[in-house]
C-alpha cells in the first residue's frame, strides 16, 4: 500500500498533536475552550455578566483602584453601613486585572474594559496553569509525553458541580481562586524534583516562590503549604534522607522570607508585623518559619539517630508538639483559621450557610456527582500505591510517594472543605496520566489501540468528572459533554439581576441603602451604584446575623426592627430564592418567614411593592419610613 502523503500544514499539524513532545495539544486545547466560550456565551461577559460572588466584589475593588483609591485602601464604602468593608484579599492579584482595565479603557469605557479583563485573563492563567501542569508532570511522566497532561488538567478540573465549567478559569471570573491552583501544581512540581534529590536549585527557588505567593495571595493556601512540607518531612524520615530535611528546611524559610519581603504588597509599613488571621499577614510567615525549624531539627535528628527510626520519631513527634504549643499559645485563634474574624454566632451560621466551607460528601447534591468528583483522585492514589510496592527501587519509591502524598493531601483536603476539591482533581493528574502511558503501552500491539487508548484516557477522567454528574441534569446531555468549558451559567436563584439593576440605577440615588439577601449582595455591588447593606464576606460586624435573620425570621417586628436600625430604603430579592427542604415542608403547619411573606405577596404594612414594568423575576419592596416609625401594635 502506497503510503499517503499529506500536505504540508496538514503534515505539520499532524506531528505537533500526534507525535512527541505534543508541542501543539497546549495550542489546540485553549483554541478549543476559546472557540466555545464564544460559541455558547450564554449569559457571561459577553452579555455583562460576571460569574461569581468574589468575582463581583474583586472587580468593585480593581476598579476602586483604577479610579484613584489608594493602593492600601482597600475599603469598599458603599457597604456594611457607615464604616465601610475591608476585604480580605491581597492587591496582588488585582495587577493584573487593573492593567488590562487601564489599557483597555483607553479604547473602550471601563465597564466594558472590565468585562474584557474577565475574558482575558482566564485565558492567560489557563495557558499558566497548563505550563505549570507540564512543570509538575514531566518527573513522573518523561519530557517527551509531559504536555499530554493537558488533556487531564482540562477535562478533569471541573468544580462547579451543577455547572461543568473549568474551576477558577472559566471566562467571566476575576477572582483568587485560579492563582491558587497554578501555585498549587507549581509546588506539587518542585516538591517532587526536591524529593529526588534534582541537583539544581532551581525547584528550591520555585517552591520558596510558590509558598511566598500563596501566602501573598491570601490565607487559604496555608493547608497545602502545610501539606507539601508534610510529604518532604514523610520522605526525609521514611528514606534516612537528612540532606533533604536540611534542604526543604533552607527551601521553606527561604519562601517564609520571600513572603515577609511581599507583605509590604498588602499591608503598609506601619502594620507589617500585625497578626490577622483573615489574610494576608505576618502570621504567615511566622507558620512557615516554624516549618521550616522544624524540618530543620529533622534533618539534625536523622543524623544523631541514624537507623533508629523509632527514637526518631518520637524525638519529631516531640518537637512537633512543642512548636504546635508554643504558636497556639502566641496565637490561640489561629485554631479557628479564616473564621478567627467572625463572631461566634457568624462563625456558626457561616459553616452552616456557605457550601464551600462543607465537605465534599455534603456539598455535591447527589451520589452520582459526589461518585464522579472523588473517583479520579481514587483512581490516581490507587496506581501511586501500586506504583510504591512493586518497586524496590529507591528513587522510583521516592517519586510515588511524593505524587501519591501530594494527591492525598490535596484529596483529604477537599473532603474536609469542598473548596479545595479542584486541587484534588488537578494534582491527581500527573498520576492518571502516567497510569494512561502504563495501559496504552500494553495495547500497543493490540489491532483496536486507537479505541483502546482513548477509552481507558476517557475512563481515568472524563467519564467520572463529566459525564457522570451530567447523568443526573435534566438537560441534554451532549452540549454538556463537549461545551463543558462554558457551560451556561445559572445566576443566584435562576434570577438574571441586569434588568433589576437597570431599574435601580435609573430610578434611585446612590446614597440608596438596598437590603438584598447575602449571596446576591456582591451582585447588587457590582451592577448597581447604591449602597448595599451587607456585603456576604467577613469581617462584616456581624451583618451576616440580621441579614439572614431580617430574610428567615417569623417576627415581623423583629424584622422592622432590623430595618429601623439599618435604615433600609429598598428591599430586594428574588422570586426563586430556595428554601431548606424542611422548611417548605413545614410551610402549611407554621408561621411564613419575611421572604415567603414578600414571595407570596403578603408584604408588612411598611414595605411597598414596586411595579418595575419589566418582566424579571425579582421583586423590589420601598420601606415607608413613616410606617416603619410607628409603634407596632
Request: a positive charge.
Amino acid at each position: 500500500m502506497s503510503k499517503i502523503n499529506l500536505p504540508y500544514p496538514l503534515r505539520f499539524l499532524w506531528n505537533q498533536l500526534a507525535k512527541p513532545p505534543y508541542a501543539g495539544v497546549v495550542v489546540a486545547v485553549c483554541l478549543y475552550v476559546m472557540i466555545v466560550c464564544l460559541i455558547y456565551p450564554y449569559n457571561g461577559p459577553f452579555t455583562g455578566h460576571m460569574i461569581g460572588f468574589d468575582d463581583q466584589a474583586r472587580m468593585v475593588q480593581a476598579l476602586q483602584l483604577v479610579n484613584g483609591g489608594g493602593w492600601y485602601d482597600r475599603t469598599i464604602m458603599r457597604v456594611n453601613g457607615p464604616e465601610g468593608f475591608e476585604t480580605i484579599w491581597a492587591r496582588i492579584v488585582d495587577i493584573p486585572i487593573v492593567l488590562v482595565v487601564m489599557l483597555g479603557q483607553l479604547f473602550v469605557d471601563q465597564k466594558t474594559a472590565a468585562m474584557a479583563s474577565t475574558v482575558i485573563l482566564p485565558f492567560v492563567e489557563l495557558i499558566l496553569l497548563f505550563f505549570a501542569a507540564r512543570y509538575a508532570a514531566r518527573p513522573l511522566v518523561g519530557k517527551g509525553e509531559s504536555w499530554l497532561v493537558v488533556l487531564f488538567v482540562a477535562m478533569t478540573s471541573v468544580l462547579n458541580r451543577q455547572n461543568f465549567t473549568f474551576s477558577g478559569f472559566h471566562i467571566g471570573e476575576a477572582s483568587h481562586h485560579s492563582w491558587y491552583i497554578i501555585l498549587n501544581v507549581v509546588m506539587t512540581g518542585a516538591v517532587v524534583r526536591m524529593a529526588l534529590g534534582v541537583r539544581s536549585r532551581s525547584p528550591d527557588i520555585w517552591l520558596a516562590v510558590a509558598i511566598s505567593l500563596f501566602l501573598a495571595v491570601g490565607i487559604e493556601g496555608f493547608p497545602l503549604i502545610a501539606g507539601a512540607i508534610a510529604v518532604l518531612a514523610l520522605i526525609a524520615w521514611g528514606f534516612d534522607a537528612p540532606r533533604l530535611a536540611r534542604r526543604s528546611a533552607k527551601a521553606v524559610a527561604g519562601g517564609a522570607l520571600l513572603a515577609f519581603l511581599l507583605l509590604p504588597i498588602h499591608q503598609p509599613p506601619q502594620k507589617l508585623f500585625i497578626i490577622l488571621f483573615s489574610q494576608p499577614s505576618f502570621l504567615g510567615p511566622v507558620l512557615v518559619g516554624a516549618a521550616a525549624l522544624f524540618l530543620l531539627i529533622e534533618g539534625y535528628a536523622l543524623s544523631f539517630f541514624g537507623k533508629r527510626k523509632l527514637l526518631s520519631l518520637i524525638s519529631l513527634g516531640v518537637c512537633a508538639t512543642l512548636l504546635a504549643g508554643l504558636l497556639i499559645f502566641f496565637f490561640p485563634q489561629i485554631l479557628d483559621g479564616p473564621a478567627a474574624a467572625l463572631s461566634p454566632l457568624e462563625r456558626q451560621l457561616a459553616s452552616v450557610e456557605h457550601p464551600e466551607a462543607w465537605s465534599m460528601w455534603r456539598a455535591t447534591l447527589t451520589g452520582e456527582q459526589f461518585v464522579g468528583l472523588v473517583a479520579p483522585g481514587v483512581i490516581a492514589m490507587i496506581a501511586g500505591l501500586v506504583s510504591f510496592f512493586s518497586t524496590s527501587h529507591r528513587r522510583q519509591r521516592i517519586k510515588f510517594l511524593s505524587y501519591l502524598g501530594l494527591t492525598a493531601v490535596s484529596n483529604g483536603l477537599a473532603q474536609i472543605y469542598f473548596r479545595y476539591v479542584h486541587h484534588a482533581m488537578v494534582s491527581a493528574c500527573p498520576m492518571l496520566l502516567w497510569l494512561w502511558q502504563r495501559i496504552r503501552s500494553r495495547l500497543r500491539k493490540r489491532r483496536v489501540y486507537v479505541l483502546a487508548s482513548l477509552l481507558a484516557f476517557l475512563s481515568l477522567g472524563p467519564f467520572w468528572m463529566i459525564v457522570v454528574p451530567v447523568l443526573d441534569t435534566p438537560t441534554p446531555m451532549a452540549p454538556q459533554i463537549y461545551a463543558f468549558p462554558a457551560t451556561m451559567f445559572l445566576h443566584p436563584y435562576r434570577c438574571d439581576i441586569l434588568d433589576f439593576a437597570h431599574y435601580l440605577n435609573d430610578h434611585y440615588t446612590p446614597d440608596t441603602v438596598l437590603n438584598v439577601p447575602d449571596s446576591l449582595s456582591a451582585f447588587a455591588l457590582y451592577q448597581t451604584h447604591l449602597k448595599i447593606d451587607f456585603l456576604a464576606n467577613f469581617p462584616s460586624q456581624n451583618k451576616f446575623i440580621d441579614n439572614k435573620t431580617f430574610f428567615m425570621t417569623q417576627d415581623i417586628d423583629q424584622a422592622r426592627a432590623i430595618a429601623k436600625r439599618h435604615g433600609f430604603d429598598l428591599v430586594g430579592l428574588c422570586a426563586l430564592f430556595p428554601l431548606d427542604p424542611s422548611a417548605t415542608a413545614t410551610r402549611p403547619y407554621r408561621d411564613p418567614m419575611m421572604v415567603e411573606k414578600l414571595i407570596e405577596g403578603h408584604p408588612p404594612s411598611w414595605l411597598k411593592p414596586v411595579d418595575m414594568g419589566t418582566q424579571t423575576d425579582f421583586l423590589l419592596f420601598e420601606v415607608d419610613k413613616k410606617a416603619l416609625a410607628e409603634t407596632p401594635k
